[in-house]
């Protein structure tokens, strides 16, 4: 342990403590939680020469605030936001070099939900079965931030602070398109239905969370089939349609098993890192994917 | 055996029965210590499938597997742990009413049953187990509990199940345990995982 922290002055509305999350443990009933828009994520620890798996905070909409209590290096990426330290505006998607006491103040997502703090060095808060990450779900892993919260910072790795790279802005949020592989209960649905799915605007329904991203006002997927799916292990994309035949694709901090069939997979990547950055509102449709 | 594609990196076998899961299930295991599966990052069993997660090319695993010769379970196959079990649960009279036997013949009923682990779901460490003959199935709750006690043995259709931490749930509850379903700083976190057999002891209130 280096000594070094962070201590948490403002909260912000949802922050959470996020890194690869812990896939592995699905058989046990754990989620595989982790950052939710994981380019972000790598890009934050990849600017700051931390390993890939390096824990950092994810906050929602409003940011969040800092005080370092050592020097530290930090970068903030995912949602574009206003950045200052000790009131003095810095870089977004950079390095930004902290003294001992100095006040950093992520402030409110322009666009996009989902801002990434990493610190060089990466938050060393206790990890349970091999991961750091809040999980919502299940309650695994450490307390969603409050106020006067002390987060330790641990010992930087050999890599030096890379400094450049090329962050990636959320898109322009006019639409979010969701590559989506039919399968594997797409025959539960009318074939029309189906058809119809492929032309669908939805929207990004205000009910979305670190589970699943809900849609609301689209076309709705009718069942082919009556009758009851007995529950079955769910992954990371997978796109559920409730009986009120709106679909939600799950995010992950999804349960690990479910019993509404899955009408289709989107691929984890750019596609479900967009989809965590989308805000309520935002037109949703699904294209068949490669 | 039906397999399905899931995206890119997962596949789904479907199969007939409970019993071809919990033996599908096991044969993973053995080919995945053996390194014939290949990779694999999860794999979930669940009522009547088992899903492989994180796999290279899917539709050829689905293929090979395909072709195994995949034997019954044994019954003694798996890992045997006893839980203590006080029967003080709010359902027992139900249950008994349901079952058509005395109350005091519940405990006896559930003691003399060597319960399997089939799948894990809903919360971390909550083990659905399968075991009571079809006459001892009972249904849930017509109204579910806001907040079940930690511990809780309950019982709801073809499983059995003990709650590992404070939920709402709709099962019938016969008993408690003073066993620790679920602590991530122990090696194995669950006592439950799929696959292992479980008897409930009766121990005094």
Do not use: K
């Amino acid at each position: 342990m280096s000594g070094a922290a962070l201590r948490v002055l403002r909260a912000g509305a949802l922050t959470t403590v996020q890194d690869l999350g812990r896939p592995g443990y699905a058989h046990l009933g754990v989620p595989r939680s982790g950052a939710l828009d994981a380019g972000a994520h790598a890009l934050a620890n990849r600017l700051l020469g931390n390993r890939p798996d390096a824990a950092a905070l994810e906050t929602t909409l409003d940011g969040v605030g800092l005080r370092a209590l050592a020097p530290l290096t930090v970068a903030v990426t995912g949602a574009p936001c206003a950045v200052r330290v000790s009131g003095r505006a810095v870089a977004w998607g950079a390095p930004v070099r902290l003294r001992a006491g100095a006040e950093l103040e992520v402030g409110r997502a322009e666009s996009g939900v989902r801002a990434y703090v990493a610190v060089r060095g990466g938050l060393c808060v206790p990890p349970v079965l091999g991961s750091r990450s809040t999980d919502l779900l299940s309650g695994l892993g450490p307390p969603v931030l409050s106020a006067g919260t002390v987060l330790p910072v641990g010992p930087a790795g050999p890599d030096p602070v890379r400094g450049v790279d090329v962050p990636a802005l959320p898109g322009m949020q006019g639409e979010l398109v969701l590559p989506l592989r039919p399968g594997p209960r797409a025959d539960w649905f009318e074939p029309a239905s189906i058809a119809a799915l492929w032309r669908a605007r939805f929207r990004v329904s205000p009910a979305s969370n670190r589970i699943g991203l809900r849609t609301e006002a689209g076309a709705r997927l009718i069942r082919a089939r009556g009758g009851e799916l007995p529950s079955e292990g769910m992954v990371l994309g997978a796109v559920q349609v409730p009986p009120d035949g709106l679909p939600v694709v799950f995010l992950a901090d999804h349960p690990v098993t479910g019993g509404y069939p899955v009408v289709g997979v989107v691929p984890a990547g750019p596609a479900l890192d967009a989809a965590a950055q989308a805000r309520p509102g935002v037109p949703v449709r699904f294209v068949r994917a490669r | 055996m039906r397999p399905l594609v899931v995206g890119g990196e997962a596949l789904l076998i479907e199969l007939g029965s409970a019993a071809q899961v919990a033996a599908l299930h096991a044969e993973l295991l053995r080919r995945r210590d053996t390194g014939e599966l290949g990779a694999v990052r999860d794999l979930v069993p669940a009522a009547r499938t088992v899903l492989l997660d994180g796999v290279r090319e899917p539709g050829a695993l689905a293929e090979r597997i395909a072709r195994w010769e995949v034997p019954p379970l044994a019954e003694a196959e798996g890992p045997l742990v006893t839980v203590p079990v006080r029967y003080d649960g709010p359902d027992l009279a139900e249950v008994a009413r349901l079952w058509g036997v005395a109350e005091r013949d519940v405990a006896r009923i559930v003691g003399e049953t060597v319960f399997r682990v089939a799948f894990c779901g809903f919360a971390p460490g909550f083990g659905y187990l399968t075991g009571l003959p079809e006459r001892f199935h009972p249904p849930r709750r017509a109204t579910p509990r806001t907040a079940v006690p930690a511990g809780s043995l309950a019982l709801a259709g073809e499983y059995a199940g003990v709650y590992p931490r404070s939920s709402p749930g709709g099962w019938q509850l016969v008993g408690t345990t003073d066993a620790v379903l679920w602590d991530p700083e122990r090696e194995p976190a669950a006592l439950f995982a799929p696959g292992v057999r479980v008897r409930f002891e009766e121990v005094a209130g």
